[in-house]
């Protein structure tokens, strides 16, 4: 299963938390409190994302952390990169050269296909800010191209 780290998952509930308020300086405590995302994670999360830009911290009676610019100028790959890493789905296609290789290299034939598949991964998380985290499902919908079906009601009928 591909999945986000917990901490990835937290870093992006304390971004949209400071981003419904944009200009505001919030303590880790402020938003542990408010996220409740618990407190040690709050400040782990906070640091990893000063370090990467995309928050500023200021010191003293009134500091906090605040976001390094409008949620519309931050995209969803820079904040998972600077929590998780690179985007990629496979080992081959994080690295490349000598340190690419793997025991299957010689006869895989899907190296090529994993390359085009995890650059449209990041295609579609670039083309997603924190700003668009902040609205309405739909809105994010339409800005990756997918038209999601309607669930089928429980029971397997569908409305």
């Known amino acids: 299963m591909f999945r986000m780290s917990k901490m990835t998952d937290y870093g992006l509930v304390l971004l949209t938390e400071l981003a419904r308020e944009e200009g505001t300086t919030r303590t880790a405590r402020e938003l542990a409190e408010a996220t409740r995302v618990p407190l040690p994670s709050v400040s782990k999360v906070l640091k990893g994302l000063q370090a990467a830009g995309v928050l ?38 994080q690295h490349t050269g000598p340190e690419a290789s793997c025991e299957l290299e010689a ?10 598949i995890n650059q449209a991964v990041q295609d579609a998380l670039g083309r997603l800010t924190l700003a668009d985290l902040c609205a309405p499902a739909p809105r994010v919908e339409r800005l990756v191209g997918l038209n999601v079906p309607a669930r089928p009601a429980p029971g397997g009928l569908s409305s």
């Open 56 to 93: 500023v911290s200021h010191r003293g009676a009134m500091g906090g952390y605040g976001l390094a610019r409008p949620a519309a100028a931050i995209p969803l790959t820079q904040i998972i990169s600077a929590l998780e890493g690179p985007v990629a789905l496979t080992e081959c296609v």
């Open 107 to 116: 006869v895989c034939r899907l190296r090529g296909h994993w390359q085009v």
